[in-house]
C-alpha cells in the first residue's frame, strides 16, 4: 500500500526528553518510528527515510511528493530540498532539520526545558507540552483578516513553522533559524514569454511523466491549472485516468457543467460530488482540524475524500500554475511589476489581496469596524515583515504571494486534507516547473500569456472551451447551498453565542444566523466563519491556554 503524501514525522534536537517524543508520536495521525537517534537529536517517521550522503554529509527525511526520488543523486540539504524532501542533516557534530524549497509539507517547532521539538502537526506538540501555552493574538489577527497566518506563526505564541528552505538547529537549549539559499529567490525573470514558455511546456511535461504508476484522479475545476494537468495526462496516455469535480456551494452549477465539457473533450470519466447540508458541519470540523484551524475556508472540498478514498490511487492537484502564470491583476496589479523588488510591489499586492478577502471571503466584517481596523493593520505589518527579507528581488511580489498565501493557506487545503489519506502530487511545484516560470518576466505573462502558450503546446482544444475564471461568461442553473441550509446556520450561530469573540461580534451577526424564512444572507454565513474558527479552536485547546482576552490581546 503506498504511503499518503502528507508525512506524520517528528523529532528533537538537542538534550531532548524521550518520553516527550514518544508522547508527540502517539498524538498524530499515523504513529512514526525512528529512523535515525543519537544523543543530540532524533527524527521518527511513518515511512522508510529517504538517505543522501556526500562525504561526512548524509541526511534522512521525506519527500513531499509522491514520486521517487533517488537519493543517491543528492548531495547536499540544498539537493534535498530543491528536490522537495524535507528532513534532518547531519554533518560532523553538526544537526539540522531543513525544509523544502516548496514548502508545502508543514514543519512546527517549539523550544522547551533545553530541546527543539518538531512535528508535522501542532496539535502534537501542544498536546504534550509540559507546560500552558499563550495565544498568539497577532497570528489570529492575521487569520481573522486574511484567512491563514503569516510569518511563521501559529496560534500559540511559543510555536512556530519554518519557512521555505530554512534551517532549525539547537544552540544551548535556544533553537535558531537561518535560511541560507532559497533556490526559487535566485531565479532571474530575464525571458520573454516567446523565449520562455518553451521550456515552461517542457518541464511540465516531465513532471506529470514522474507520477506513479497506477489509477490517476484529477480534481478538475471549471478553471486552467486543473485542465492543464487532465490535458496533458491525456496526451500521456496515462491508464486509470478519471477526472472529479466537487460543487463549490456557490449557488450554481457552473464549475460541474464546464468541467464535464474538459473531460468529455479529454475522453476521461468525470464524476461530480455534492455534499449534504447534514454534513456541513462535520466537513468543517475535520478540515479545521486537519489545517491545525488555521485556514478559514467553508468546507466545500471536503465531500471529495470519500469518494477519492474509494477510487484510490495518486491524486492530482493543480496547485500553483495560476500563481507562476501571474496572468491577470486579481493578485498582481501593475505595481507588482517592480524590477527593483520595492515596497510598492508589496504594497500592491496587499492591496489585492485584501480587496479578493473583503470581495469573497468577507474578511473580519463579523467585527464592529474599530475592532475589523485593528485587526487588519496587525495582518498588513506582520504581511510588510514577511515581505522583507525579499526586498531588492525582481520577483519580491510574487515570492510573497507564495510564502503567504500559497503555502500557509491554499496549499495546505488539498496537502492536509487529501494528502493526509492518499497520495497527492501537485507537479507544478517541481523544481524545473518553477524555475522555467520564474525565468519569464511578470509583465511578459500579464494577461494569460503563459496559459495560452502551455495550451497551444499541449492541448489548444483547452484555451477555446469555457472557463469560470473572472470576467468569463459561462452557462449556469441555480442550484441550493448547503451552507444557507437550517442545519448549517444553526450550527454557526450556536458556536458563536458563546466563546471569547462574542462579546466582540457585531450585534448583527448572529441575528442574521437566526433569520426566518430559509433567506439568510450569504454575507453573515461568510462572516461568522473566521470567529468560529476561533471558537473550535479555543474549545479544543482552552486548558492548554493562559490567559485568553482578546480585548487586551488585540489592545482594544
Same mark, same amino acid.
Given at each position: ?36 537517534? =543519537? ?54 557534530? =553538526? ?8 514548502? $508545502? ?61 530554512? $534551517? ?80 463549490? =456551494? ?53 465531500? $471529495? ?43 500592491? $499586492? ?133 451552507? =444557507? ?57 482552552? @486548558?492548554?491556554?493562559? @490567559? ?9
Amino acid at each position: 500500500m503506498e504511503h499518503p503524501t502528507c508525512v506524520s514525522a517528528c523529532g528533537a534536537l538537542g538534550k531532548y526528553d524521550h518520553a516527550r517524543v514518544e508522547a508527540i508520536a502517539g498524538r498524530l495521525m499515523r504513529r512514526p518510528t525512528p529512523v535515525h537517534s =543519537d544523543a543530540r537529536s532524533i527524527l521518527l517517521l511513518d515511512r522508510p527515510a529517504i538517505e543522501w550522503r556526500a562525504g561526512r554529509r548524509r541526511g534522512l527525511g521525506w519527500c513531499e511528493q509522491p514520486w521517487a526520488v533517488d537519493g543517491s543523486g543528492l548531495r547536499s540539504w540544498n539537493d534535498a530540498a530543491a528536490a522537495a524532501l524535507a528532513g534532518l542533516g547531519i554533518s560532523g557534530r =553538526d544537526r539540522f532539520l531543513h525544509t523544502s524549497d516548496a514548502n $508545502l509539507a508543514s514543519v512546527y517547532w517549539h523550544a522547551e526545558k533545553g530541546a527543539v521539538y518538531f512535528a508535522s502537526s501542532v496539535d502534537a506538540l501542544v498536546s504534550t507540552a509540559a507546560q500552558r501555552l499563550t495565544v498568539d493574538w497577532d497570528c489570529w489577527a492575521a487569520i481573522l483578516a486574511l484567512g491563514y497566518p503569516l510569518g511563521d506563526r501559529t496560534p500559540f505564541a511559543e510555536i512556530r513553522r519554518l519557512g521555505p528552505a530554512t $534551517l532549525l538547529r539547537e544552540r544551548r537549549g535556544v533553537a535558531r533559524t537561518s535560511t541560507e539559499r532559497w533556490a526559487w529567490a535566485e531565479h532571474e525573470p530575464r525571458l520573454d514569454l516567446e523565449r520562455g514558455a518553451p521550456a515552461v511546456a517542457e518541464s511540465i511535461d516531465r513532471a506529470f511523466a514522474r507520477l506513479p504508476d497506477g489509477p490517476l484522479v484529477c480534481t478538475l475545476s471549471g478553471g486552467l491549472d486543473s485542465r492543464i494537468c487532465l490535458s496533458v495526462l491525456a496526451r500521456q496516455g496515462r491508464n486509470g485516468l478519471r477526472a472529479m469535480t466537487v460543487h463549490p =456551494d456557490d449557488g450554481l452549477d457552473r464549475e460541474a457543467r464546464v468541467a464535464a465539457q474538459v473531460a468529455a473533450t479529454l475522453g476521461a470519466p468525470h464524476e461530480v460530488v455534492a455534499g449534504t447540508p447534514e454534513e456541513w458541519w462535520p466537513d468543517l470540523e475535520l478540515l479545521a482540524r486537519r489545517l491545525d484551524y488555521q485556514f478559514v475556508r467553508s468546507p466545500w472540498r471536503v465531500p $471529495l475524500l470519500e469518494p477519492l478514498r474509494r477510487l484510490g490511487g495518486t491524486v492530482v492537484d493543480g496547485f500553483a500554475f495560476d500563481t507562476l502564470a501571474a496572468a491577470g491583476d486579481r493578485f498582481f496589479p501593475l505595481e507588482t511589476d517592480d524590477p527593483r523588488g520595492g515596497d510598492a510591489a508589496v504594497r500592491g $499586492l496587499w492591496r489585492a489581496l485584501r480587496n479578493r478577502q473583503v470581495q469573497v471571503h468577507r474578511g473580519p466584517v463579523g467585527f464592529p469596524a474599530h475592532t475589523a481596523r485593528a485587526l487588519w493593520a496587525s495582518a498588513r505589518g506582520q504581511f510588510m515583515a514577511a515581505s522583507e527579507p525579499l526586498r531588492g528581488n525582481p520577483q519580491r511580489a510574487l515570492l510573497t504571494f507564495t510564502q503567504t498565501r500559497g503555502a500557509r493557506g491554499v496549499g495546505q487545503t488539498a496537502y492536509a486534507v487529501f494528502g493526509a489519506e492518499m497520495p497527492l502530487a501537485t507537479p507544478f511545484l517541481d523544481s524545473e516547473v518553477v524555475r522555467s516560470a520564474l525565468s519569464i518576466s511578470l509583465a511578459s505573462k500579464r494577461g494569460g500569456g503563459l496559459y495560452r502558450a502551455v495550451f497551444n503546446a499541449i492541448d489548444p482544444r483547452m484555451a477555446a472551451l469555457p472557463n469560470v475564471g473572472r470576467g468569463a461568461k459561462t452557462q449556469a442553473a441555480a442550484v441550493p447551498r448547503r451552507g =444557507d441550509s437550517p442545519p448549517v446556520t444553526s450550527a454557526l450561530h450556536a458556536s458563536l453565542a458563546d466563546g471569547p469573540l462574542t462579546p466582540l461580534l457585531s450585534p448583527g451577526l448572529l441575528a442574521s444566523l437566526a433569520g426566518s424564512g430559509g433567506k439568510r444572507p450569504r454575507r453573515g454565513i461568510n462572516a461568522s466563519i473566521g470567529p468560529v474558527y476561533f471558537h473550535l479552536w479555543h474549545e479544543r485547546y482552552r @486548558d492548554r491556554l493562559g @490567559d485568553c482576552d482578546p480585548v487586551g490581546g488585540w489592545g482594544l
